[in-house]
């Protein structure tokens, strides 16, 4: 099994910063692209920014220049920080990952974390 621990959420004023992380834990052999999602109130989920094991990155045009992505390889762990936040930011922000859990095998799983809250307030 495996575990996706979300934490760095919280309430912060429009132009402040936020850091969040997500540490992968459990059957682990590899992990592949982790992600950040978000889900706005009365919102589809969208992609906010993945990064790739070898650390090709994605960002949202919403986010450009305001958020970075980042991984630590050796802690399973990806990171979110987030400066310049804006009141539509608000959302719950979830952790993803693609993960092979048995070295040979060519199975890749995908899993979500718990969700973590952010509220910009204006």
């Known amino acids: 099994q495996v575990q996706l621990l979300e934490s760095g959420g919280g309430l912060v004023q429009a132009g402040g910063s936020l850091r969040l992380s997500c540490a992968a834990s459990?059957?682990?052999?590899?992990?592949?692209?982790m992600g950040w999602y978000r889900q706005p109130p009365g919102k589809q989920r969208e992609l906010v920014a993945s990064i790739s094991g070898g650390g090709e990155l994605y960002y949202a045009d919403s986010v450009k220049g305001r958020f970075t992505i980042s991984r630590d390889n050796a802690k399973n762990t990806v990171y979110l920080q987030m400066n310049s936040l804006k009141p539509e930011d608000t959302a719950v922000y979830y952790c993803?990952?693609?993960?092979?859990?048995?070295?040979?095998?060519?199975?890749?799983?995908?899993?979500w974390g718990q969700g973590t809250q952010v509220t910009v307030s204006s």
């Open positions: 459990g059957t682990i052999f590899m992990v592949n692209v």
């Open positions: 993803n990952a693609a993960i092979t859990p048995v070295q040979g095998s060519s199975l890749l799983y995908r899993y």
